[in-house]
T-cell receptor, first 114, second 113 residues
C-alpha cells in the first residue's frame, strides 16, 4: 500500500499571498489530520477531517482552513501568509474516527514565507 | 489546557547503551500515547504506542511504560545502534479525539559508534 503523500514537498511564498497544500491519505483511510511543525512550537494540531467534515480544530487563526473531498483527499489553505507561517506542514491519515487507530504521517510540505 | 512535556531535549549515548525519554501529560482524559521517530527525508514513523489500560508494552529493543497516576510515560531503547539516531516525539490523545495528537517538544537522540 502506498503511504500518505503530500504535494508539493517544498514551497516558497511571499507575505500576503495564500497557499494550498494537498494530502492524499493511505487508500481506505477516511480520517486526515493536519499539523504544523516549527522549531519554536514543535508539532501543533491544526484540524482533523472525516467524511468531508471537520471533526476537530486546534488553536490557529481563521486564516488556516481545510477541506476534505469525497475520495478522502484533503487540502489545507493558508490565506494572507505571515513570516511566522514558515513551517513544515504534516498530514496524517487513519482508517476512521474513534480513538483506536494510529496515525500515519506523510513526509510533509516545507513552506517558506519571505 | 492540554500539554505534553518531554525531556530531555537532546540525548547522546554510546552505541550499545540504553536511552530513556520521558513525557508528562496534563489531561487526565488522555488514553492513547504513541511515540514517533522522525528522520530527515523519511517523515515520522510510529515506533510504539500504549493505551491507558496497559502499564507496559515492549517490541524488541523498544519499550514504553505508562504511569496513569503520575500522568507520566517513558520510552526505553536498549542496545542502541547508530541508526536509532533521530528525533523522537511523544504524544497523547484524549478519548474519542484520536485524530488530535498533542505532541511533546521532541528529543534529538544521537548514538555514537
Amino acid at each position: 500500500k502506498a503511504g500518505v503523500t503530500q504535494t508539493p514537498r517544498y514551497l516558497i511564498k511571499t507575505r500576503g499571498q495564500q497557499v494550498t497544500l494537498s494530502c492524499s491519505p493511505i487508500s481506505g483511510h477516511r480520517s486526515v489530520s493536519w499539523y504544523q511543525q516549527t522549531p519554536g512550537q514543535g508539532l501543533q494540531f491544526l484540524f482533523e477531517y472525516f467524511s468531508e467534515t471537520q471533526r476537530n480544530k486546534g488553536n490557529f487563526p481563521g486564516r488556516f482552513s481545510g477541506r476534505q473531498f469525497s475520495n478522502s483527499r484533503s487540502e489545507m489553505n493558508v490565506s494572507t501568509l505571515e513570516l511566522g507561517d514558515s513551517a513544515l506542514y504534516l498530514c496524517a491519515s487513519r482508517p476512521r474516527q474513534g480513538n483506536d487507530y494510529e496515525q500515519y504521517f506523510g513526509p510533509g510540505t516545507r513552506l517558506t514565507v519571505t | 489546557g492540554e500539554n505534553v512535556e518531554q525531556h530531555p531535549s537532546t540525548l547522546s549515548v554510546q552505541e550499545g547503551d540504553s536511552a530513556v525519554i520521558k513525557c508528562t501529560y496534563s489531561d487526565s482524559a488522555s488514553n492513547y500515547f504513541p511515540w514517533y521517530k522522525q528522520e530527515l527525508g523519511k517523515g515520522s514513523q510510529l515506533i510504539i504506542d500504549i493505551r491507558s489500560n496497559v502499564g507496559e508494552k515492549k517490541d524488541q529493543r523498544i519499550a514504553v511504560t505508562l504511569n496513569k497516576t503520575a500522568k507520566h510515560f517513558s520510552l526505553h531503547i536498549t542496545e542502541t545502534q547508530p541508526e536509532d539516531s533521530a528525533v523522537y516525539f511523544c504524544a497523547a490523545s484524549v478519548y474519542n479525539q484520536g485524530g488530535k495528537l498533542i505532541f511533546g517538544q521532541g528529543t534529538e537522540l544521537s548514538v555514537k559508534p
